[in-house]
């Protein structure tokens, strides 16, 4: 029986997030794994089994509850630094531990906003136009507004949180949406309003290839689909999403395409804005929340699926393949 630690917490605002998932993933895991959370925390890392917490050794990839347990694989499912960012991933390859997620490289480029975007734009991929800054005053708010227009959207560029977003309508308003996003990152990304309807795609391996899931609308009670509307119920998510037929097929060859051509691994989702009938992309999200209140578990539902029969998927298609 393989053991099988699933990483979460995290450094990142979404600490709490990251422990909903990874405790919904636990709840529904195949019973032929034993699985432990590993909790990341700044103060030090451990395994947290009910109630007691047992200090973990990154070096040996062990923890000690009585007696000496080491990790056969791992499943990192941290909201941001450092495991969407594909830190932990490195480090468990450097310990030569399998692991289901996607690679430090395709986790590092997706995690970025602005980089994953403009790589996207390179294969034909529609885009938002966009404006990158490594610091607040590299552009003056008359010169965004010039090359941008209004409304924006000022963004953490290099975090996976959804801390730190903002839709400016006014040009006054830019200065203080850069101060809240450069408190979530290094570097900021600024992106024109993009008018359409949002839908996001969740997409993996199956044995049989790539799989899309049904598409989730989301049509949020706030400005977008910020923290409130991700986490505190403040949006509608409506699946499957109330798009055409060829809308949503279109949607799902994309999404498909990007998993395979940025070589993803394990569940992704990517989110895109259709604006009449043509789908851009937003971001692509390679640990997509996975708590009750999330996405993923609705397309799941609505495919017909469990929970359990979807990780038992995706670890002998990744574990065995990866």
């Given at each position: 029986?393989?053991?099988?630690?699933?990483?979460?917490?995290?450094?990142?605002?979404?600490?709490?997030?990251?422990?909903?998932?990874?405790?919904?993933?636990?709840?529904n895991?195949?019973?032929?794994?034993?699985?432990?959370k590993?909790?990341?925390?700044?103060?030090?890392?451990?395994?947290?089994?009910?109630?007691?917490?047992?200090?973990?050794?990154?070096?040996?990839?062990?923890?000690?509850?009585?007696?000496?347990?080491?990790?056969?694989?791992?499943?990192?499912?941290?909201?941001?630094?450092p495991?969407?960012?594909?830190?932990?991933q490195?480090?468990?390859?450097?310990?030569?531990?399998?692991?289901?997620?996607?690679?430090?490289?395709?986790s590092?480029?997706?995690?970025?906003?602005?980089?994953?975007?403009?790589?996207?734009?390179?294969?034909?991929?529609?885009?938002?136009?966009?404006?990158?800054?490594i610091?607040?005053?590299?552009?003056?708010?008359?010169?965004?507004?010039?090359?941008?227009?209004?409304?924006?959207?000022?963004?953490?560029?290099?975090?996976?949180?959804?801390?730190?977003?903002?839709?400016?309508?006014?040009e006054?308003?830019?200065?203080e949406?850069?101060?809240?996003?450069?408190?979530?990152g290094?570097?900021?990304?600024?992106?024109?309003?993009?008018?359409?309807?949002?839908?996001?795609?969740?997409?993996?391996?199956k044995?049989?290839?790539?799989?899309?899931?049904?598409?989730?609308?989301?049509a949020?009670?706030?400005?977008?689909?910020?923290?409130?509307?991700?986490?505190l119920?403040?949006?509608?998510?409506?699946?499957?999403?109330r798009?055409?037929?060829?809308?949503?097929?279109?949607?799902?060859?994309?999404?498909?395409?990007?998993?395979?051509?940025?070589?993803?691994r394990?569940?992704?989702?990517?989110?895109?804005?259709v604006?009449?009938?043509?789908?851009?992309?937003?971001?692509?999200?390679?640990?997509?929340?996975?708590s009750?209140?999330?996405?993923?578990?609705?397309?799941i539902?609505?495919e017909?699926?469990?929970?359990?029969?979807f990780?038992?998927e995706?670890?002998?298609?990744?574990?065995?393949?990866?």
């Amino acid at each position: 029986m393989k053991i099988i630690g699933i990483f979460c917490g995290g450094f990142s605002s979404e600490w709490e997030i990251s422990l909903k998932s990874a405790q919904t993933i636990q709840d529904n895991f195949p019973k032929d794994f034993t699985v432990y959370k590993i909790v990341v925390d700044r103060k030090g890392w451990y395994a947290q089994i009910d109630d007691k917490q047992f200090p973990f050794d990154l070096n040996s990839m062990t923890f000690n509850n009585g007696s000496q347990v080491r990790l056969d694989a791992g499943l990192v499912y941290v909201h941001g630094d450092p495991g969407e960012n594909g830190k932990i991933q490195a480090l468990l390859e450097m310990n030569g531990i399998p692991y289901v997620n996607s690679s430090p490289l395709a986790s590092a480029l997706s995690f970025d906003k602005w980089y994953c975007n403009q790589f996207l734009k390179n294969f034909g991929i529609k885009v938002a136009k966009s404006l990158f800054l490594i610091r607040k005053d590299e552009f003056t708010p008359a010169q965004i507004v010039a090359e941008l227009g209004l409304p924006i959207f000022v963004k953490p560029s290099d975090s996976g949180s959804s801390y730190g977003i903002s839709k400016v309508k006014t040009e006054d308003g830019i200065s203080e949406a850069l101060e809240n996003a450069f408190k979530e990152g290094r570097t900021v990304v600024i992106e024109s309003f993009l008018d359409g309807t949002e839908v996001t795609c969740g997409v993996y391996r199956k044995k049989s290839g790539v799989h899309a899931l049904p598409l989730t609308e989301i049509a949020s009670e706030n400005e977008f689909f910020d923290y409130a509307a991700k986490y505190l119920g403040e949006s509608k998510e409506i699946t499957p999403a109330r798009v055409s037929d060829e809308v949503r097929d279109e949607v799902q060859k994309q999404a498909k395409y990007i998993y395979q051509l940025m070589q993803l691994r394990s569940i992704s989702r990517i989110d895109f804005m259709v604006v009449n009938g043509v789908p851009h992309v937003i971001e692509v999200n390679t640990t997509p929340g996975f708590s009750p209140a999330s996405i993923v578990p609705q397309m799941i539902k609505c495919e017909g699926g469990t929970i359990h029969d979807f990780w038992k998927e995706i670890l002998e298609v990744e574990l065995v393949n990866g």
